[in-house]
């Protein structure tokens, strides 16, 4: 099967297949994205996977790789599609992290995330964004798989949207199932799950969308355990939608997060000498890190504004005055996933 006649929705009953559909093709711009299909032997639901919407999230790209090379179309109930990569030309584009850590496509300067549901006249990014909401658009699930960027080290939850239809059900099911300890969920009012991102235009379109958090973005290399706890999150789910056989491991605790996002900021400048991390749980004026001079003196302390836990430290070391350093959550109430 060519790229140019790839289509994930003809491959047969009980085969897999894995291709390339064009992005752009001009003399401006050319270059495609991978697809990988697993077609089961039963008829059920379509599930999307997707890594690379941010090309530096690496977990999400291994994860995605991973299961498409794992499941079995005999023991499959639907469709399992696996997008590897979105942003394409941003995984190849080797040049400056602050360019590429940023989401956007080094072709045109566009975040492919805010380019949803995509114009198949527009810039290579809202072609892009096309392509892949063509697929959602035709599913019942999606999950996106995130890791974390470069500069940044991500307390693993979920995230899911609130959009005011009958499928928000669906979605929270597919986030506390997913089988993490936290659960974060999201409105069209906040950015990461406005209008013009992929999981809100998926919603939108009928397809129930997530967000697995997984992953230490500064680490290139990603941790087998993250890889994993995508892996694990998205049998969970097709578990749950009777598309593998089984029941969903359950968590211990799950809880939910508060939407209200906390930042802190670096009191003055100099170095930044982390003392939390992601996942930790703080109190109200507790020191979560140091400002240094060169010297070894300590020229401020980072206090936490609440009691929360951490969802991200920005693992930078030279800092100035104002530099984010951390953002924090509250943690709100069970989930009742248990």
């Known amino acids: 099967m060519s790229k140019e006649s790839f289509d994930p929705f003809k491959v047969g009953n009980n085969e897999k297949a894995f291709g390339y559909i064009d992005v752009v093709d001009n003399p401006s711009a050319r270059y495609n994205m991978p697809v990988g299909v697993v077609n ?33 179309p005999a023991k499959l109930s639907g469709r399992f599609i696996a997008i590897p990569v979105i942003n394409m030309y941003g995984l190849q584009f080797r040049g400056p992290m602050k360019l590429i850590s940023t989401g956007r496509n080094p072709i045109d300067m566009l975040n492919i995330n805010n380019s949803f549901p995509g114009d198949e006249n527009g810039k290579p990014s809202q072609v892009n964004a096309k392509r892949v909401y063509d697929i959602l658009s035709k599913s019942d699930y999606h ?4 890791g974390g960027d470069l500069p940044e080290s991500h307390l693993q939850h979920t995230i899911y949207d609130r959009i005011g239809s009958d499928i928000d ?22 950015g990461h799950t406005s209008p013009s991102t992929m999981i809100y235009e998926a ?16 680490r290139e290399q990603p941790l087998e355990k993250y890889i994993q706890a995508h892996i694990d999150a998205t049998y969970n789910i097709m578990k749950e939608f009777g598309m593998l056989e089984g029941k969903p491991e359950k968590p211990e605790k799950q809880l939910y997060l508060d939407m209200e996002w906390v930042r802190v900021a670096a009191p003055v400048s100099g170095i930044f000498v982390a003392i939390a991390d992601h996942g930790d ?22 206090k936490s504004p609440i009691d929360g836990i951490v969802h991200t430290m920005l ?14 959550l509250r943690i709100a109430d069970e989930t009742g996933w248990v």
């Open 40 to 72: 089961g032997a039963k008829e059920g639901p379509t599930i999307v996977v997707t890594g690379g919407l941010y090309p530096t999230e690496y977990y999400g790209i291994e994860s995605a790789s991973r299961l498409y090379q794992e499941i079995d």
């Open 143 to 146: 999950i996106d798989f995130r």
């Open 169 to 190: 059900d669906v979605a929270e099911t597919m986030a506390k199932a997913a089988g993490y300890k936290y659960v974060l969920p999201g409105t069209p009012e906040i």
């Open 203 to 218: 919603m939108n379109a009928g397809c129930a969308s997530i967000i697995t958090e997984a992953g230490l973005g500064y």
């Open 281 to 302: 749980i703080l109190k109200e004026g507790e020191v979560i890190g140091l400002i240094k001079g060169l010297d070894g003196s300590v020229l401020g302390e980072v």
């Open 315 to 328: 693992p930078r070391r030279i800092v100035h005055v104002n530099d984010s350093l951390y953002t924090l």
